[in-house]
């Protein structure tokens, strides 16, 4: 069924109605940056919405989802609009959560050596069954989607930094210098030399080049902000102003990475020993920092919710904080059962000072450390750190168990699956086993129950419900509750 009226922010993307696409190309509007995309038949150029270009006429437009079905389909990206800068995909994807959890992977690099069978299997799905929810949500194979990620990441590091073409074409997933130039080449009709600014050329700061990553709008940096300063490990991760740094290992690389707000979404310097991790990083940055929620229609939902309509109004760009690696969620939650963010914080401190990894490009006075990996926390003396023997042999199994089983935290088919395959590790209940679902594997519809700070915001004059009766009352926010739970966290 079509849309007849005036589109909102909130609508489904009307992709089969061209006129009220269209609509939408000609009054340059914002509010669709990223949710289609429109094809010129006359010119073969694929543009935003709100490309600056004179709009062509409808009959001569064709509206696809995504970037990557315009390339498939053979057309060259907008040099004027560059649709490699448009916000992400992944977050109105609604129901299609297999898919959402298959494009984090896949932009983290699960195709640039694997391939879409071991991808399936790392989502607990079948490879037909995987190739035909792409087919029908997005209306392309994960391949084609992982080719079109790895072009449009090469030029937007041609054009916003200074780094050499031998550098992009690794960072982008390439495995030659030939790859790279003939992918480029194909998809805009010019060898990437052409493609680099010839004015002004690079956007270089201290510590490397600068990425700008667009947010769907209203984005709330100052909160996710404060969340990560209150839970900031010693040696690992630094808040200071509007500025988050932290140590990092992508694949290969290490280095630091230091990180703005902006008006778009997020300025970010990476400083890595190497550049395969960019990608890896750029993709990783999306996911914690839940850049392509579609936090409008998010917001609409929940403020059905008379108790949390005020909370929505206050704080419209809410975001649910990720973590940049599934175990060191883990352990971290681990460690945070039963004491304040502030014990649990310096437990990880001590963790981290004893046995992560040190940098050997940090910077003065910067994180300086990485998170143990579980290979060493799994042979480790966890004694003299101040933990119960409880907590110590909870993380010592939870190292074990991702040792022999390395996929044991990524994302999984669905929620009910993750939370029960966490649950059978030692150590970890259904609460700890929901905040790594809500904050690790992605999961916007986890729900901790028998989270304190949830039960005390939702107590009435002064009784808390019980957790029965908050399953019940967030029945009506899914499938969003993930995003509830951050409301009543972030209550003054």
């Known amino acids: 069924m079509f849309h007849t009226g005036a589109m909102t922010q909130h609508d489904p993307i009307p992709r089969n109605d061209p006129s009220l696409c269209h609509r939408a190309v000609a009054a340059r509007d914002k509010r669709f940056d990223g949710r289609f995309f429109t094809c010129v038949r006359t010119t073969g150029i694929f543009c935003r919405p709100i490309c600056p270009a004179r709009t062509p006429a409808v009959e001569n437009c064709l509206f696809v989802a995504t970037a990557a079905q315009a390339l498939a389909a053979g057309f060259r990206p907008c040099l004027r609009c560059r649709p490699e800068a448009a916000p992400g995909l992944g977050g109105w994807l609604g129901t299609a959560a297999s898919v959402n959890r298959a494009l984090?992977?896949?932009?983290?690099?699960?195709?640039?050596?694997?391939?879409?069978?071991?991808l399936a299997e790392r989502l607990g799905l079948g490879e037909r069954h995987l190739r035909r929810l792409f087919l029908h949500h997005l209306g392309i194979s994960p391949g084609a989607v992982a080719q079109a990620q790895r072009l449009l990441f090469a030029k937007t590091l041609i054009s916003d930094t200074g780094l050499p073409m031998t550098e992009i074409a690794l960072a982008a997933g390439y495995g030659s210098l030939r790859r790279f130039?003939?992918?480029?080449?194909?998809?805009?009709?010019?060898?990437?030399?052409?493609?680099?600014?010839?004015?002004?050329?690079?956007?270089?700061g201290e510590g490397g080049p600068v990425l700008r990553l667009a947010a769907r709008q209203p984005f709330d940096w100052p909160g996710l902000l404060a969340f990560f300063r209150l839970r900031a490990v010693p040696g690992l991760?630094?808040?200071?102003?509007?500025?988050?740094?932290?140590?990092?290992?992508?694949?290969?690389?290490?280095?630091?990475?230091?990180?703005?707000?902006?008006a778009e979404g997020l300025v970010v310097t990476p400083s890595l020993d190497r550049p395969e991790g960019l990608a890896a990083l750029v993709a990783r940055l999306r996911r914690v920092f839940d850049l392509d929620a579609d936090i409008g229609a998010i917001g609409a939902h929940l403020a059905?919710?008379?108790?949390?309509?005020?909370?929505?109004?206050?704080?419209?760009?809410?975001?649910?904080?990720?973590?940049?690696?599934?175990?060191?969620?883990?352990?971290?939650?681990?460690?945070?059962?039963?004491?304040?963010?502030a014990a649990a914080t310096t437990l990880a401190g001590r963790?981290?000072?004893?046995f992560g990894e040190p940098l050997t490009n940090a910077p003065p006075g910067g994180p300086s450390r990485l998170f143990p990996k579980a290979a060493r926390l799994a042979e480790a003396d966890l004694g003299g750190l101040g933990l119960t023997t409880a907590r110590a042999r909870a993380i010592s199994g939870l190292a074990r168990a991702v040792v022999e089983t390395p996929s044991l935290l990524d994302p999984g088919p669905d929620l009910d699956s993750a939370v029960a395959r966490l649950c059978r590790l030692p150590g970890i209940g259904p609460w700890t086993a929901q905040y790594i679902a809500l904050r690790a594997l992605g999961e916007a519809d986890a729900l901790p129950v028998g989270d304190i700070g949830v039960l005390r915001a939702l107590a009435e004059d002064g009784v808390r419900p019980t957790p029965a009766a908050l399953l019940a009352r967030a029945e009506g926010w899914r499938p969003w509750r993930s995003y509830g739970v951050l409301h009543l966290w972030s209550m003054p």
């Open 104 to 118: 984090a992977l896949i932009g983290e690099g699960a195709l640039d050596e694997g391939s879409v069978a071991a």
């Open 181 to 204: 130039n003939h992918a480029l080449r194909a998809a805009y009709g010019c060898p990437p030399t052409a493609l680099r600014r010839a004015k002004g050329g690079a956007v270089v």
């Open 237 to 262: 991760e630094r808040v200071e102003g509007d500025t988050y740094v932290r140590a990092i290992a992508i694949g290969a690389a290490r280095g630091v990475v230091t990180i703005r707000g902006s």
């Open 304 to 341: 059905a919710d008379p108790l949390l309509a005020p909370l929505v109004a206050a704080r419209p760009g809410l975001r649910v904080p990720g973590a940049w690696d599934g175990f060191e969620l883990a352990v971290r939650a681990i460690l945070g059962q039963q004491v304040s963010v």
């Open 351 to 354: 963790l981290v000072g004893a």
